[in-house]
């Protein structure tokens, strides 16, 4: 019996050395170690051998099973390695081809740069306030201290619906609004974005329409030297920590003093570059403090009140943080233009 | 306006300051300089000649062989081209080796002849030949007869001059004037001023003006003073070359003496003066008046104006003889033959000059600078500065005494300015002796100061000073904005946010550009046509038209975003761009009023446009056309996202301008009803086809109702503990029946167990009878307390069912 079990080992274990197969391999399994198997053939004799015998020729059956087991073993762990490799091979993709993207729209970036304006100055404690894109000639003009046949009025060429009506040339008539409904309180202090409309020809750099956002702080003991800090403060978040401010002397009629803003060259650093034209600096603002018939058309005692109001032009400062040399893209809405105002 | 700074030296020195850095400081002072212009383009070794004789050039008919005594010992031999050259002449000469711009000369032969030299144009000394007469545009530059030779031309024409370009904001008139640029300079520099003292200068003689003419002032509101001197024996001829200079400097162009001291005297002074031709004055008499209805005047320049009552006129005691401080007339014009001259400087008031300037299209230097209202208390000196170069350059008699009417008295304004506040107001601590000084520069008289408050005494130069934060500013700006320090606001601290309507706004911009759609900013003006394309979800309402468009094209302001959508979409579409998803908010307007009166109503809008495929061709995606349920779906999303579903419903009645069968209105349900907010849908063919698009959805919806309606607040819901039982049901009815009424039935007899309704599939032909179609509804009920028994499902369930089949007639399909 124990030459039966040498001899059924030593076959099965060269066919099975041989076999290259799985389903072989599994045949080969059932055949020697199935229910009705070889081995199992063998061992169904062990009845007959004697009580010395029987645990001898067992264990060599346990080592003849384990062998066979072992190959059979070692040889499925080789087929499925095998067969991973082929699955792997077979699901090889090129990941060079492109990727499924989610959906890409965007917000104009007319939009981008007023809520990036916007949300510094909410940082800074400044309420939004909105008014009437059509207005009345006492809130675009005569509230701001530009009486009619005042000369300043020729600075503005303007669009109107009646003698009355015009659509509003600037955002400064929400200050006048601002401030009547906010009825002598104080502080006040809001930023308001919005669209303007002036008699231009469009060109690169003139638009009928365009946007314009404009502050306002009035309050009890507010300085010339606050609006520095202000200013300073905004063009830091906006344009760079080292960007500084230069303020000229100027002329509007709604503030006194008033001043020009420049901010120093955020491409060049100041030293001189054509987005500058070789000046350093920018002009990028107009401010100044509050005229006191201002603050008395909306309702403050200049003695006990005094404020001062900023305004910027949109476009502008689009045009110079992103580069763009025409004005008319913004409204033409390429779509080549308008989406390429994405991500930081 | 131009500051020749040669010029302004007559009145304050510039030592040491180059033009450059004077401009800088102007600058920083608050009056921008433009730019700084040397007169002398770059010429050297060009001196004055005499020509002494001209010849024919013996092989060319157009030039001329000069000889020219230039003052270099030997005569020159030039050769010239110019039509004007003429033996006799005195004539800027550019000697071997001169520079001009772009040129040096040569010895050289023209046409076998030698030239030791160039007779030299105006243009081709760098001067602005555009204020020369034509001949001397077209030729050379003949010099007057006194002319020195061998002199030096940029000293003859002082060309070694920078001129200032100062772009006046509209208060600093008072910078109209060299004298005027003059006080800016000496408050800037911190130097003296001389001024010139034309009451010293005048010398009179041949009797009282008064025996011979006579002025009075009809409307005294309009005219507050008007002076006059009556000179005589004046000689009309061209100025000397030194106020040819200066004017050509400023930009003016020389005429003859009489009308170039007048411009002279109003650069000089900022004062308009006009000189009349005093024996064309009928009677002697000058007089200020409003004119007449369908009174005419022939102006200076040769036109008949007709004028209007609101015109301010000067006559004689027949007619209007000149519109006062715009035009002179034609008639009293001061000519080559003009003897007696009467001078006039008066102050007008400025609207009405303006006003009639810009009715007539007449806008001169003169009009210019009394519609900015000119200083009063320098009315007489101009007068008097004129009428003394008049004596000296024209060789008048100027007659004793100023005719006049009206004020000449104007007192000096005088302000309070607290020192306190000055300091509170800028955030500086300067002293009364600083502010003292700065005043001091501006030459404003200060009075003594009592508690920190000083008496400031306003010259009338400077009319755009009337508060104190006007005294505050000349203080801040000589005193440097610079050096104004930067300060944080003090006091209570505020919270910055946005309101409702703005925060919905962010929201729908932001959740509709992470959809995939990009936004546009259109035009608030459209053609007329447009504003009639769409509904007008403004209600009952009229386009409101722009008084005076630009064009056509922009000339109501919208009514609807669609028709601007519209346009950017044909915009890209012609670019082979026509994948397009966009939006835009923005405001709508509309009136009620025929003849508009009040502000007209301004509503928020969202628009959305759809176009193309869905998404770009790309080798892993198929490629599908967009279709009304993407832009409904979008618009469903940003309605949930403002906790509006189950508020908003669609209905299918087909608004003007969209696809009758793809299109529908947008309801949003409240507790007074349903009210339409928006509508949706694909573009009508028609349309479509007229704007040369692809198959387009557009939608649009009003703003304001939503601001309102939206969720107020956040709220969190407990998860479900219990299991849900899903039951999908099969309900073929006719195709007429709409899909949302299915719903509306389910949901209604579905009661609180009814967690979700959903359609997902809905089929058509096949085994269906035409007529009708299979809509799949998958149904979710839940209990939030226990786990629902069959039983419990059935019961409501069946009700779903019985009512689909009672009420529509639906038949469920197995």
Redesign the interface.
Request: glycine residues 12%.
């Given at each position: 019996m124990k030459e039966k079990l040498e001899a059924l080992k030593a076959e099965a274990l060269a066919k099975l050395q041989e076999v290259s197969d799985p389903q072989v391999l599994n045949d080969l399994r059932v055949k020697y170690l199935g229910k009705k198997g070889e081995l199992t053939e063998v061992l169904r004799g062990m009845g007959s051998l004697s009580a010395e015998e029987r645990p001898v020729i067992g264990q060599v059956a346990n080592i003849v099973r384990g062998a066979i087991e072992e190959i059979i073993g070692t040889k499925q762990e080789v087929f499925q390695q095998q067969e991973t490799q082929n699955r792997l091979q077979a699901e090889k993709v090129d990941v060079t081809l492109p990727g499924r993207r989610l959906p890409q729209g965007g917000i104009h970036p007319l939009s981008r740069v007023v809520q990036g304006i916007e949300d510094i100055f909410i940082g800074m404690g400044y309420r939004v306030a909105e008014g009437p894109e059509v207005e009345t000639d006492y809130y675009n003009f005569e509230a701001l201290n530009l009486p009619k046949n005042h000369p300043a009025r020729d600075m503005q060429d303007s669009f109107y619906l009646t003698e009355d009506l015009l659509m509003r040339t600037q955002t400064s008539p929400v200050q006048i609004r601002t401030m009547q409904a906010m009825k002598g309180e104080a502080p006040v202090k809001i930023i308001c974005p919005g669209k303007v409309f002036r008699r231009d020809d469009d060109d690169a750099t003139h638009s009928f329409q365009f946007h314009q956002i404009e502050g306002l702080v009035i309050g009890r003991n507010i300085r010339m030297s606050d609006l520095k800090g202000t200013l300073q403060q905004f063009v830091q978040e906006m344009f760079g920590p080292s960007t500084g401010i230069r303020l000229r002397p100027s002329f509007f009629p709604f503030t006194e003093p008033s001043v020009e803003v420049d901010v120093s060259c955020f491409k060049c650093g100041g030293e001189g570059c054509r987005l500058c034209k070789q000046s350093g600096w920018l002009e990028i603002l107009g401010a100044g403090m509050v005229h006191p018939n201002v603050l008395r058309m909306g309702g403050y005692d200049p003695e006990e009140f005094s404020g001062f109001a900023f305004g910027m032009g949109v476009e502008r400062i689009a045009m110079l943080k992103y580069g763009i040399d025409d004005i008319r893209h913004f409204y033409n809405n390429d779509m080549s233009f308008v989406k390429q105002f994405k991500g930081l | 306006m131009k500051v020749s700074t040669s010029w302004l030296s007559d009145y304050i020195s510039l030592d040491g300051v180059t033009a450059d850095e004077l401009a800088e400081k102007i600058?920083?002072?608050?009056i921008?300089i433009d730019g700084v212009e040397n007169r002398n383009k770059g010429i050297t070794g060009i001196v004055t000649g005499y020509v002494k004789s001209k010849e024919k050039h013996p092989d060319a008919d157009k030039l001329n062989v000069c000889i020219v005594d230039a003052g270099q010992g030997e005569d020159l031999q030039i050769v010239c081209g110019a039509k004007n050259v003429e033996a006799g002449q005195k004539v800027p000469v550019a000697l071997v080796g001169a520079k001009l711009p772009g040129l040096v000369i040569k010895k050289a032969k023209l046409r076998g002849v030698l030239s030791q030299g160039m007779i030299c144009s105006a243009k081709e000394l760098g001067l602005n030949d555009k204020l020369l007469p034509k001949e001397l545009q077209e030729g050379i530059l003949v010099l007057p007869e006194s002319t020195e030779i061998g002199l030096d031309i940029t000293k003859v024409l002082d060309l070694n001059d920078e001129v200032l370009e100062f772009d006046l904001?509209?208060?600093?008139?008072d910078c109209l004037s060299m004298i005027g640029a003059a006080y800016e300079v000496s408050a800037i520099l911190g130097r003296e001023l001389k001024l010139p003292q034309p009451e010293k200068d005048i010398v009179e003689a041949g009797g009282s003006a008064a025996n011979d003419i006579s002025v009075r002032i009809l409307n005294e509101e309009l005219c507050s003073h008007y002076t006059a001197r009556y000179i005589t024996g004046v000689k009309p001829a061209a100025s000397p070359l030194w106020i040819q200079n200066r004017l050509m400097a400023a930009g003016v162009r020389p005429i003859n003496n009489i009308v170039d001291i007048t411009n002279y005297v109003m650069l000089e002074y900022g004062q308009p003066l006009h000189a009349f031709d005093a024996d064309t004055i009928d009677g002697g008499i000058l007089g200020v008046r409003l004119a007449d209805e369908d009174e005419v005047l022939t102006t200076l320049d040769g036109q008949e104006r007709k004028l209007e009552p609101h015109m301010l006129v000067i006559t004689d005691a027949a007619k209007a003889v000149a519109l006062a401080g715009v035009m002179g007339g034609l008639e009293t014009e001061v000519t080559g033959s003009t003897v007696n001259i009467v001078l006039e400087s008066a102050k007008f008031d400025?609207?009405t000059v303006?006003k009639t300037s810009r009715q007539l299209g007449l806008r001169s230097e003169a009009s210019l600078r009394f519609?900015?209202e000119v200083d009063p208390n320098r009315v007489i000196p101009a007068l008097n500065r004129a009428a003394a170069l008049i004596a000296k350059y024209a060789g008048g008699t100027v007659h004793e005494g100023i005719i006049q009417a009206g004020t000449d008295v104007v007192e000096e304004k005088v302000l309070t300015l607290s020192l306190d506040k000055l300091n509170?107001?800028?955030?500086?601590d300067l002293s009364l002796l600083e502010v003292k000084t700065l005043f001091g520069r501006l030459h404003f008289k200060c009075g003594d100061a009592a508690q920190g408050l000083i008496e400031v005494q306003v010259p009338t130069r400077r009319g755009d000073i009337s508060?104190d934060?006007?005294l505050?500013?000349e203080i801040?700006?000589l005193y440097g904005?610079?050096n104004?320090?930067?300060?944080?606001?003090?006091?209570?601290?505020?919270?910055?946010?946005?309101?409702r309507s703005?925060a919905i706004r962010?929201e729908v911009?932001?959740l509709?550009?992470?959809?995939?759609?990009?936004?546009?900013?259109?035009?608030?003006?459209i053609q007329p046509e447009q504003s009639k394309l769409f509904p007008a979800l403004t209600g009952e309402g009229l386009a409101?038209?722009?008084?005076?468009?630009?064009s056509e094209e922009?000339s109501v302001?919208r009514t609807s975003l669609l028709p601007q959508l519209l346009d950017?979409a044909g915009?890209?579409t012609n670019?082979r761009?026509s994948d397009?998803?966009?939006?835009e908010i923005?405001?709508v307007?509309y009136t009620e009023e025929e003849v508009?009166?009040?502000?007209?109503h301004?509503l928020p809008m969202l628009g959305l446009l759809l176009s193309g495929t869905r998404?770009a061709k790309?080798?892993?995606?198929p490629v599908q056309p967009v279709d009304f349920f993407d832009l409904k779906g979008a618009l469903e999303t940003v309605f949930d996202h403002l906790g509006l579903t189950g508020r908003v419903v669609y209905e299918g009645d087909a608004p003007e301008g969209y696809h009758p069968g793809r299109s529908a209105s947008i309801l949003l349900k409240g507790p007074e009803g349903a009210v339409r907010i928006g509508t949706l849908g694909q573009l009508h063919p028609d349309l479509q086809r007229k704007l040369d698009l692809t198959d387009t959805y557009v939608a649009e919806v009003s703003l304001q109702p939503l601001y309102e309606a939206a969720r107020n607040k956040l709220q969190y819901h407990e998860l479900p503990r219990f299991p849900g039982v899903e039951r999908d049901i099969a309900v073929v009815v006719d195709t007429a029946v709409p899909a949302g009424q299915l719903m509306d039935s389910i949901r209604e007899n579905g009661g609180s167990l009814l967690q979700n309704v959903q359609v997902f599939d809905l089929y058509t032909g096949g085994k269906l009878e035409s007529g009708k179609k299979s809509v799949a509804i998958s149904l979710v009920y839940r209990h939030n307390e226990h786990t629902l028994t069959d039983e419990e499902v059935a019961e409501v369930h069946d009700k779903v069912l019985s009512e689909l089949q009672q009420t529509f007639g639906a038949e469920l399909r197995k």
């Open positions: - | 600058t920083a002072a608050g921008e904001t509209p208060n600093r008139s400025g609207g303006r519609e900015k509170r107001y800028l955030g500086t508060y934060v006007d505050i500013e801040a700006r904005y610079g104004i320090p930067t300060t944080p606001i003090e006091g209570p601290t505020t919270p910055g946010t946005l309101t703005q962010r911009r932001r509709l550009s992470h959809g995939g759609y990009q936004e546009v900013l259109g035009y608030s003006f409101v038209k722009l008084a005076m468009p630009m922009r302001l950017i915009y890209n670019r761009q397009l998803a966009l939006f923005g405001n307007f508009l009166t009040r502000q007209p301004e998404a790309q080798w892993n995606v």
